[in-house]
């Protein structure tokens, strides 16, 4: 057994350098087995949540037909994200990562079973789904704090930019097929065939968690003492750091806003397509499906780009992300919708890609989950808020007008931001300096 330090991790066991073509080259996270192993897993199985996510929105709109209903049912989803991810990131620092991984993953195909099940039988309910929602958003509490503070272990700090570009791109290569071919599937068999694929595409990433292999994962060096730390105090730990950070502070401040008002806008998208641009089932799944493309675009673009986040760059496209979710508001023209939801998805996907890889290279080891939290929190966690407020909204003064009011919310956190950030570029160019 052989224990060094490289990358500014603490490594136990047997590593070998990365080797590979010019292919991997230019995607050096991809030179490390445990990444490819868990990154394939990760692209079948998003493939079957966005197929699952599509036919969900369509289910609750054929049950309901109601925005507030499709508000509901996010707000319940990502409840659970508001009140127990810090937990769940305390947790991700406490436990081995693969471990809760290979739970958190089980749990979620049992509940995509349990959906397909009630629906093949007729007795789906909005209870039923409401019920669903709220334990997948309990189990992702724990789910995505482990899973993004896990990237840095099977890579290391040097190519962390690159992984966490490249889960994004494979996040939005799944949000390209899954609504596409959701949109086709509903139109000829319903929705059913949806829940049944996402619960199957579970298998690929269990198996490829399990075929990980520990000793070449690049582990953080345990602190001192830090087993009688109890959960409350390590909890404090991580929002204290979080908050005397001014880089973190800043990234966590305008992250929040923009996904308050801006990012959850995909609550709606089905009314999108249906009331604004009276289009049916394929046409919601094309929608999603060119939003995934200009996301997939930019990730693949930072991923090959190979250069430090830095604050002008995130705030500007921040920036153009929120004049693209207004002006598709104010679009009632199908084709022009599309190449805006591709331009928004861009600037979006570029805009939260160098926000993630900026705070998990920020972070030390020991706080990198409880960091990863906090974000998680204001990213996926304000969406019960930003969920109702949108179907709320959208019930009282129409889908567009909604759209411009929320895009104008989010460009003013992100000009205050521009010009909040001299201490926050400074702390960040001073770690990248090291």
Not at 248 to 266: P, T
Not at 397 to 421: M, Y
């Amino acid at each position: 057994m052989q224990t060094t330090e490289r990358n500014g991790i603490h490594i136990t066991g047997q590593l070998t350098e990365p080797q590979g073509g010019k292919f991997l080259q230019a995607f050096p996270a991809l030179q490390h087995r445990n990444f490819r192993l868990f990154w394939f897993g990760q692209l079948i199985s998003l493939i079957g949540t966005w197929m699952q996510t599509t036919g969900q929105s369509w289910l609750v709109l054929q049950l309901t037909h109601n925005s507030l209903a499709l508000g509901t049912v996010g707000a319940l989803q990502f409840l659970p994200v508001l009140l127990f991810t810090l937990f769940g990131g305390v947790l991700a620092d406490r436990l081995p990562k693969r471990r809760v991984l290979f739970g958190t993953q089980t749990f979620a195909c049992v509940l995509a079973t349990t959906l397909f099940v009630l629906y093949i039988t007729h007795t789906v309910q909005i209870w039923h789904v409401y019920t669903l929602a709220f334990l997948l958003g309990i189990n992702n509490s724990i789910d995505m704090p482990t899973r993004q503070a896990f990237v840095v272990e099977m890579v290391g700090r040097k190519a962390l930019g690159n992984a966490v570009a490249l889960n994004s791109s494979v996040f939005n290569m799944a949000k390209i097929v899954g609504p596409g071919v959701a949109g086709l599937i509903i139109a000829r068999f319903g929705e059913g065939p949806l829940f049944l694929g996402n619960a199957i595409s579970f298998i690929p990433v269990l198996i490829c968690l399990f075929l990980l292999d520990p000793a070449k994962l690049f582990a953080g060096k345990p602190q001192k003492n830090a087993e009688q730390v109890g959960p409350l105090k390590s909890l404090h730990e991580g929002l204290n750091y979080v908050w005397r950070t001014p880089a973190i502070f800043l990234i966590i401040a305008v992250v929040g806003i923009v996904s308050l008002f801006g990012i959850n806008f995909n609550v709606v998208e089905p009314l999108v397509s249906t009331d604004l641009l009276h289009q049916g089932a394929q046409g919601f799944g094309l929608l999603s499906s060119s939003f995934g493309i200009g996301a997939l675009i930019g990730a693949l673009s930072i991923a090959t780009g190979h250069k430090n986040p830095n604050f002008k760059k995130m705030l500007t496209r921040a920036a153009f992300f929120c004049i693209g979710l207004g002006l598709v508001g104010f679009s009632h023209n199908y084709l022009l919708s599309l190449a805006l939801a591709m331009v928004t998805g861009f600037c979006m996907i570029t805009f939260t890609a160098a926000a993630n890889t900026a705070l998990q290279t920020v972070a030390p080891d020991h706080l990198r989950g409880r960091v990863m939290s906090v974000y998680m929190l204001v990213f996926n966690g304000t969406t019960p808020i930003g969920n109702l407020f949108t179907g709320w909204l959208a019930g009282v003064i129409g889908i567009s007008l909604t759209l411009i009011v929320n895009a104008a919310i989010s460009l003013v956190a992100v000009i205050i931001g521009w010009f909040k950030r001299g201490k926050a570029e400074k702390n960040l160019s001073q770690v990248f300096s090291k």
